[in-house]
């Protein structure tokens, strides 16, 4: 397990539990020295679970989180399996790339969501993260409680959070948002997860006249220009009663769906806040600034975070080392639909 | 009302709902322009609910939240009624130099506990804000996850917060931390508390030999050097192994006690977090510095924050406004109990 080198990225493959189950397995495991340390864990503790320190790019299986750099392909072997996420929809020219060192690699991305791969399924566990944080950031921006508080002097009422798109990010979005105290209300262009947004306690938000929309492997498909219109007009108007609005709303492999155009966060009260999870696709929100929090005109916070899992790297990185534990405990058959279906790049040739 | 010049300090201590209610009460309100604007309050919407835009220090009584600034005392006529937070244990020369004024002036600190003020009670309506945007600021510091969570992949275990000082500030810390679905210890030198620490879903940390110590006017009295002794040792033991801990406790007047010694701090684990309400009254921890976030060498994140209610100014000036209301309707009767005890300085006397 190389150290990771991206921008940002301070979550590692592994963590020192996981080197602890592989070896218990036979495995043996070599972790780049420093690897762990943004996600708090030491030379030592990865030592004392048995991994040995040395160069990772030796091994026959590289584990990582973010796609290669140039200097990291230049390091990748002929004939090693990469695994990772790599972007596959969003950057073909990275496959190839990597191709090109005829190496193999699997994209976490890729993990077919069925039952029996779901512990191997990064995009979940990751998106866990991100929708319990982002819930966290829009409780501290806001100026506002989210429960609802009866003191002596009177009453304050609970906030009231919209949750547009409710995919694993969303979903945690809603349970938080409903933990603190807040009024939930839950959209998502597919009303098969109506009853997942109301098991949870908040509100599903039904549009009259849209249809399902749910496209293979449980993503929404992108919605028609009249629909979307129609989708807005009657979302505006919930969004101005809103005081927080979490987006989650992602299209594999395209840019995010402008669900929230600039006229409707006219519509919200000053002091009201938006966070968009979607701010890496160019976000749900016409006026995101990726990587950026900046308050509009008419008083609204905007907050477009990039890698939210990487802000809490500890427990991101322990989610991720799980998923990566199952992977290889499946064992790399590419006859098996998990792997097949992962497999985006094999012996030098993009699949 | 004046508009607050103090560094840090958003609140305003009235908002436009609590004008309206002194305007039915055939109150004339005069708000300084621009008063409420970091608090999400314009001046459009003080003139809505019947306020005159003027020169605030002209009125019989005048509201504000800090004490008086040099160029405010300037401005403080002979005779006006000031309220506000006055510290005045804290700085008596501060009570001195409106005493030269020849005004009167109630300071919040002051308001007598009793069940009849409690509709005025601004430091219990503040600390309420304080409380739980502490652990809001302990679980976004936090790279592990506040809530239990059983996924495919396994399962991440609860944080484990403790909340020393269980005062209106501790008990919401308690209350917040386990919306957020933690495992709460919560420690008070006065026994007293236990049942409400228990009654919030926390576990009471009891110290064997450690009699009640409950001061006139609900504070903790201060412990003596060998009762902090055993304190110490005792709840050392259970601060290394906490994720999370928030201090809350404040002796009136006197430096905040050190609850929480260097040698603790070695014993938690890197990326624990504490954040340390009595920042602004010298720290409960050691290691404390006020007004700043940093991470210790062993990997500790400490969190002093100075003014909490004011990063929350809408809702905290909504309660504090509420305070201020109920103290008006009163009427400013200086043989009733209430007024009396608030009272610090009387037509130019410090009393």
Avoid at 12 to 30: F, S, Y
Avoid at 207 to 232: F, H, K, N, S
Wanted: hydrophobic fraction near 45%.
């Amino acid at each position: 397990m190389p150290k990771e080198t991206a921008a940002r990225e301070r979550r590692v493959a592994l963590v020192p539990d996981v080197v602890r189950r592989l070896r218990a397995a036979e495995h043996e495991v070599i972790v780049e020295a420093g690897a762990g340390l943004a996600a708090g864990a030491t030379d030592e503790q990865y030592v004392a679970a048995g991994a040995s320190l040395g160069d990772p790019w030796a091994a026959e299986v590289v584990a990582k989180v973010a796609p290669p750099s140039e200097a990291e392909l230049v390091k990748l072997r002929s004939g090693t399996i990469l695994v990772g996420f790599l972007n596959p929809l969003g950057d073909p020219d990275g496959l190839a790339a990597i191709a090109a060192t005829g190496a193999t690699a699997l994209a976490m991305e890729r993990i077919p969501r069925i039952s029996r791969a779901q512990s191997m399924d990064a995009l979940s566990s990751q998106a866990t993260v991100s929708g319990y944080r982002a819930v966290l950031i829009a409780s501290t921006e806001l100026e506002r409680f989210f429960p609802m508080f009866m003191t002596a002097a009177g009453t304050v009422p609970p906030a009231q959070v919209l949750v547009l798109g409710a995919g694993v990010a969303g979903l945690q979005a809603i349970a938080t948002a409903r933990r603190l105290g807040a009024v939930v209300t839950g959209f998502d262009i597919r009303s098969a997860v109506k009853e997942q947004i109301q098991s949870l306690g908040a509100r599903f938000f039904e549009v009259e006249g849209l249809g399902d929309a749910e496209a293979e492997g449980g993503y929404a498909r992108e919605l028609t220009p009249e629909e979307q219109q129609i989708q807005r007009d009657a979302l505006s108007v919930q969004m101005g009663k809103s005081d927080v609005i979490v987006t989650t709303a992602l299209v594999p492999g395209r840019p995010a769906p402008k669900l929230i155009p600039a006229s409707a966060v006219e519509l919200m009260k000053p002091g009201s806040v938006i966070v968009d999870l979607a701010a890496e696709a160019g976000g749900n929100c016409e006026l995101t600034r990726p990587g950026e929090t900046y308050t509009t005109d008419g008083g609204v916070k905007i907050v477009g975070p990039l890698n939210l899992p990487s802000e809490m790297a500890e427990h991101a990185s322990a989610l991720y080392a799980r998923n990566i534990l199952s992977l290889i405990e499946l064992g790399f058959d590419f006859e098996d639909e998990v792997v097949k279906g992962a497999c985006v790049v094999r012996e030098g040739k993009v699949v």
